[in-house]
């Protein structure tokens, strides 16, 4: 069975500081690696993905994400934190198997101060 | 472009109702999902069409969940007899056939009293 682990219900962080959000898993064969972000009462909206390559992916508002197989994580990591960054963070895993059904994290709720 | 459309966005029914919720997903996607969020158990994967093939119904929590895919498009999660515990927001997404990403609509909030 496959899992996913994000160790912080919230992180805490000042604008222009840079921010890390932490996930690990567990799942059998090689990993496909997500993070989506959701802000209140909305949908969850895709930020990257790591599926095979370089394992330092890029995705969308300056957000990055490092895989690191030894340590089976998966961070989320942005140089700059904005205010409106402020939001729910999921980590989510599916192996490489033909069954395509994510599982999620707990989530992380980020909360960027002024 | 559209994205992944779901109907209603909130739902109140009275326990022992069924309800029917809607997805639209992207144009072209063939491949569609539904997941479950709730409070106590975060979010959780239901169902998985994928073209013609039988869908994955591994997440279903019990026989009073169902759900159809017509026309390769639209679908339909129908809960009959809802119990308070079916509470949560329904999440749906669609990606293409070999594509990994899913996207996912704004939900479906059911609130049964």
């Known amino acids: 069975a496959q899992s996913v682990a994000q160790p912080e219900d919230q992180v805490n962080v000042a604008e222009g500081n840079p921010l890390t959000v932490k996930c690990t898993y567990s799942?059998?064969?090689?990993?496909?690696l997500f993070w989506y972000v959701q802000y209140p009462n909305r949908g969850l909206q895709f930020l990257l993905k790591y599926i095979t390559g370089d394992n330092l992916v890029k995705g969308s508002y300056g957000f990055e994400a490092e895989f690191n197989k030894s340590q089976t994580s998966f961070h989320l990591k942005k140089p700059s934190a904005l205010v409106s960054d402020s939001a729910l963070y999921f980590c989510?895993?599916?192996?490489?198997?033909?069954?395509?059904?994510?599982?999620f994290g707990s989530g992380t709720r980020l909360q960027v101060q002024p | 472009g559209a994205g992944v459309s779901q109907s209603p966005s909130n739902k109140v029914t009275e326990k022992g109702k069924d309800v029917e919720l809607r997805c639209d997903p992207i144009?072209?996607?063939?491949?569609l999902y539904w997941y479950r969020q709730s409070l106590g158990q975060g979010l959780e994967f239901l169902i998985y069409f994928q073209g013609n093939s039988a869908p994955d119904k591994s997440g279903l929590p019990s026989d009073r969940f169902s759900a159809e895919r017509t026309g390769g498009s639209v679908s339909t999660l129908t809960i009959q007899r809802t119990q308070q515990e079916d509470s949560a927001v329904y999440l749906c997404a669609s990606s293409w056939d070999r594509a990994e990403t899913q996207y996912f609509g704004p939900g479906t909030r059911l609130l049964v009293l």
């Open positions: 799942v059998s064969g090689n990993p496909y």
């Open positions: 989510a895993v599916r192996d490489n198997t033909g069954r395509r059904a994510l599982t």
């Open positions: 144009s072209g996607h063939t491949a």
